[in-house]
């Protein structure tokens, strides 16, 4: 057992800002962990759910318990191969400030969550399998109000436009812990509450201006943080109905890679799977204008809409368009995963996508595997799932029953169309074109 690993401010390591909620859409993601395997077994990975246990308590100094909604994240991630496995999981705290909570091995990072108090961080540190960290303390503190002032060639620029912040710990910044996103008023300036005196990196997506990261700002009390942003060359094309050439409204754009790596669209892996920020939306006459991007950057974008598959688009460049994207019908996988009701209710799934990118300039390529959980509802002697938003391209569905004896499946198809009635089972796959799964789409809002 160890205990005592401790953070404070002297050590820079304790605490990110929470945001003022009229300013602030609050939301806690883990940016590259949720690119990761969510902690499912990789194959031949026998121990990938070993687990170790961490407990301590918040400590406040200013009020004797804690206000109700407190607690604490905690994350795990370790590599097995080339691939990282990840997990999160969130524990309550009580008015005593107490936590505990078993976690699958590997590097481990716990974030605290109290209102009116700043976000605090402590880790990364390891854990080994049927290990226990104990008496582990971490410190809530007020924070200070931060402000923020966008600017255009060393000019106070008025009127601009929503902008997502990403604030990393400066010394794990691998591990891209997103707060939220906010907006700037008409003068461009913006509140950031219960701010911590650590190095920040801040993403900064500004029409009409090219999108930037600044890292480690260093904000302080009672003094302004300028950022100086460029103008940007605006990027037009037009989304449109492959059956009927008709345009496109509300359709979707979202980067999923850019050379250099700008901000993602981070769903079930790096690539958009119908999460991240939205950066541009079509008309009603299906145009679509981006003016945040850099020049001689390559960029991918996934264009969706609802009742349609999404389409990957790039690479292209700011102010050389996209031309006309025309988006098919959506294609869906479904079924069900069979077996005893006893062993369902070990049973997890995972689909993967690969998608692969050109560089401008260079005959190499990326290959990058895209993926996330299916849901798992039991109903008897099935589990019902459909997975939809997917594209035209090599698909994968991995099922792991978690059971001695019992072998874990996979699906592998060039997918072309949609794929209904696969059977799942501890002796094999096939298909039963009557059947069809019943539960909410894998994809969330696609």
């Not at 994350?75 to 496995?85: E, P």
């Not at 688009?313 to 050389?320: E, I």
């Not at 560089?359 to 002697?381: A, L, N």
Request: with cysteine; proline share 7%.
């Amino acid at each position: 057992m160890r205990t005592g690993i401790k953070t404070g401010e002297e050590r820079g390591q304790e605490t990110m800002s929470k945001w003022l909620r009229s300013l602030v859409i609050v939301s806690l993601v883990a940016g590259p962990l949720t690119t990761t395997t969510a902690g499912e077994p990789a194959v031949g990975d026998a121990d990938a759910h070993a687990r170790g246990k961490v407990s301590g308590r918040l400590i406040v100094p200013d009020q004797k318990g804690l206000p109700p909604g407190s607690h604490v994240t905690v994350y795990s991630r370790r590599k097995v191969g080339n691939a990282d496995h990840a997990h999160a999981g969130v524990s309550p705290v009580g008015k005593d400030g107490r936590f505990a909570r078993e976690v699958p091995r590997g590097d481990v990072r716990i974030v605290a969550e109290a209102p009116g108090f700043a976000v605090a961080l402590l880790g990364p540190f390891p854990l080994r399998p049927g290990e226990e960290v104990s008496d582990l303390e971490i410190k809530l503190t007020r924070g200070f109000t931060g402000q923020v002032q966008l600017r255009s060639k060393g000019r106070k620029q008025p009127g601009v436009g929503v902008v997502t912040a990403s604030l990393t710990h400066a010394l794990t910044a691998g591990w891209g812990i997103k707060v939220g996103e906010f907006r700037f008023d008409a003068r461009g300036q913006a509140r950031i509450l219960r701010c911590p005196s650590i190095p920040l990196d801040l993403q900064v997506r500004a029409s009409p201006f090219e999108h930037r990261e600044f890292k480690g700002v260093a904000l302080a009390a009672n003094k302004v943080g300028y950022l100086d942003l460029t103008p940007a060359v605006p990027s037009r094309g037009k989304v449109l109905s492959s059956a009927t050439g008709k345009p496109i409204r509300g359709a979707r754009l979202k980067i999923v890679w850019s050379s250099p790596p700008a901000d993602v669209s981070h769903g079930g892996c790096g690539w958009s799977v119908g999460r991240g920020p939205v950066w541009a939306r079509s008309d009603d006459q299906g145009r679509v204008s981006l003016d945040v991007l850099r020049k001689d950057w390559d960029y991918w974008f996934e264009v969706s809409a609802d009742g349609f598959a999404p389409r990957l688009v790039g690479p292209f460049q700011a102010g050389k368009g996209f031309g006309e994207v025309k988006l098919a019908p959506p294609i869906e996988v479904s079924g069900e995963i069979r077996a005893s009701p006893e062993v369902l209710k070990r049973v997890s799934g995972r689909w993967h996508q690969t998608f692969t990118t050109k560089h401008r300039g260079s005959s190499s390529r990326s290959t990058t595997p895209c993926g996330e959980s299916i849901h798992t509802r039991v109903r008897g002697e099935r589990i019902p799932f459909r997975i939809t938003g997917l594209h035209k391209r090599h698909f994968s569905l991995q099922v792991y029953f978690k059971t001695p004896g019992l072998k874990n499946q996979e699906f592998k198809t060039e997918l072309k169309e949609s794929i209904r009635g696969l059977i799942i089972t501890p002796t094999g796959v096939h298909v039963e074109p009557t059947v069809r799964g019943t539960t909410r789409p894998a994809r969330g809002e696609g």
